[in-house]
């Protein structure tokens, strides 16, 4: 159904090609703009004041009701669902901002906070959008939820979809997920389909899978999932007392995430709880760098289309993606509000995750390339020393205990077989059972 009176309606989706910009109902099931083959957005009309909002969403945050202690869904009046609409929630959201003193001195910071997204149910910031992508399954009556995965979408499509009694059936590249994702997934009972292919040859599948009745694909071409997603900026922003800070950095695999925290400041904006966004800055990893090469061209090209890479290569698996499918809402998010989109190197990736560790909190390999980008954006002057910068931690340290226990015994293999000698290692200490000979190396620790 294509709806022709957009002043009629409160919500909708929209193609966001400008001349198509084609509205198509809630209930529709979509994966693209039927028309042209856009990628879609939800547009919805919210009926508050700024001041309302604000003070509707913080009294929330003393209540027991599930949809209020959802980090997610404390935000429903910006989401594409009515107010008693039956949701499926894991207490998604509410993650911590932390001050991050050690990564701040690393990156050349007087002060770096990190907003930790793998504090979520099942570790990463997959769970905000996948609470509202079920809902929305369910919604529709969908017997089975399928998606393409690097491993954290598999692991939260697999929880969502247990809660919810939903099917869900996961294409993963064989051998190419971390065995701790690989692992969540089949704990929470998902149908496993290892491919053989990568990442990409994934995605075609489900795209071709898409067309059929009772499936219901949850990738992050998916709109409704970018709406959970787009309500980490307004927890961030609720946590800052609602100053804007300068930058936000996060990292960019299929980019969904990028678009999505994008959209959530511009909605802000312009419901006047902010009176300015902050620069959004992408990074990726060298290996896996299309987004990155695209913005070097769009610097004197206008219109630039993504050359995808026909064989990415990282050890930070969830970003491990060569055709990204969000790539134009992304470039719109980091046009307009200024930000860069840079590529660091598999040795800046696993030092910047070290010393995120040595600040007690952690991460998985691809969201440390948050902090190695902020690195390097500071030591570029594109980021001022004293300006307030948050990294977003997309996923959760034990999503790939491997990658550090190999960058500590110093057996961390980059992509073309370079070793990794890290700069930050910290081994065992093999000790006879002696009191004194504990003592004797206590004195050792360095800080
Ligand atoms: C999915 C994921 C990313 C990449 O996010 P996109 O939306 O695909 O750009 C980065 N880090 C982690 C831990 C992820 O799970
Ligand atoms: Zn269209």
Partial sequence: MEISDAETIQAAQRCIEPDCARLYGLRDKLLVCPHCGGLLEIVKRV???????KEMWRARRASNAPRDRSGVWRFRELLPFDEDAPIITLTEGNTPLYDAPRAARFCGLERLELKHQGCNPTGSFKDTGMTVAITQAVRLGARTAICASTGNTAASLAA????????????????????AKLAQTLDYGALVFEVEGNFDDCMRLIQELAAEETVYVVNSINPFRLEGQKTVAIELLEQLDWQVPDHVVLPGGNLGNSSALGKGFFELLALGLIARVPRISVVQAEGAAPFARLFARSQTDERVELVPIAAPQTLATAIKIGA????????????????????VSEREIAEAKAIIGRDGIGCEPASAAAVAGIKRLVETGFIARASSVIAVLTGHFLKDSDYAINYHRGTLRAPGDKELEGAHRNLPIPVPANKAEILARLDHQTN
């Fill in 47 to 53: 009926n508050h004041a700024a001041q309302e909002l």
């Fill in 160 to 179: 969502y979809a247990a809660r919810a009694g939903l099917g869900c059936a996961i294409l993963v590249p064989r051998g190419q997920i971390s065995l």
């Fill in 324 to 343: 990204p499918v969000s790539w134009k809402k992304a470039l719109e998010v980091v046009r307009r509000t200024g930000g860069q989109v840079i590529s």
